[in-house]
């Protein structure tokens, strides 16, 4: 279709715009960081819900099971620590994960006086997406749950509610190394209080009867394996797409890259930012809660529809 001196069609793949070329003039990279984001999926709620209620589940047996009881106060004391700081951070990763705007392309964007303002080249193709409207950037993919183009989608994850795209990825690899991280604690704690409470014949080893005691440290290893299995998997992947530059959708779909690729460390630093440091892995850098409140103050916060 003709229109103002470029043609204008509607795909769904062969993107023009580049990665950080400006999308929405009425959008700033500090109002997008603000926004309030969430997918109001019922698969995703409930497997989100479900994903807390299993962690506050591991904590409730890790600290009232096996360590409280424990007569050793130092073993007690360095483990219930341990434990309960990765999953605060696990869990705040999770939140920052699901509440974060993933990279959506404004919404029906494609419009006459849009295109006209971009003063593109006579000649000059550029794609739009024919189920939002909305022009795609370069390695943008349409999510059919969040009904947006996310820019640099990496897949929709029901376990975070969200899309993993470019402004959420950091989150989402720190969710998965934290869950790994402690799904490997409580197993070895389960090892250690297996055995202890088997050489003294589970006498005073639980504040709970032994069969009690059995069922809660059995239902706590199935899910620390299943949890450490899937997660140091994503964990894995993820990794391996940031250094190579290539989300799980491109891979699948083969597509030869248009861009230049950021290799290795390269690749790091640009999803994590900057050069390395703790900040790598904590959730709460770059969280400005002050602003998040005054803008919920003025409009309200942002949901996605």
Known sequence: ?????????DVEHHLLLAENDSYDSSSSE??????????????????????????????????FVMLLPSKDFWYSLINGILFN???????????????????????????KEY????????????YKCPKCCSIKPERAHHCSICKRCIRKMD?????????????????????????????????????????????????????????????????????????LTFTAVMFGTQIHSICNDETEIERLKSEKPTWERRLRWEGMKSVFGGQPSLLWI??????????????????????SV
Request: net charge positive; glycine share 6%.
């Open 115 to 126: 295109m006209e303002s971009l003063q593109l080249k006579p000649g000059e193709v550029i």
């Open 155 to 227: 897949h929709h994850c029901p376990w975070v509610n969200n899309c993993v795209g470019e402004r959420n990825q950091r989150f989402f690899v720190l969710f998965t190394m934290y869950i790994a991280l402690i799904s490997a604690h409580a197993l070895i704690l389960c090892g250690f209080q297996f055995f202890s409470c088997v050489r003294g014949q589970w006498i005073e080893c639980s504040d709970f009867s032994p069969p009690v005691t059995v069922i809660l440290l059995i239902f706590l290893c199935l899910e620390g394996f299943l949890f």
């Open 282 to 303: 904590n959730p709460f850098a770059g969280f400005r809660i002050r602003r998040l409140m005054l803008r919920a103050k003025k409009g309200g916060p942002e949901f």
């Open 1 to 9: 279709m003709q229109s103002s001196g470029h043609r204008f069609r």
């Open 30 to 63: 500090s109002d997008m960081a603000d926004r309030v984001w969430f997918i109001r999926d019922s698969c995703g709620m409930v497997c989100a819900v479900m994903t807390w209620l299993l962690v506050i589940y591991a904590d409730f047996v890790v600290t």
């Open 85 to 111: 700081c990765l999953a605060v951070l696990a869990l705040s990763s999770h939140l920052r994960t699901m509440l974060t705007d993933p990279g959506a392309v404004p919404k029906g964007n494609a419009t």
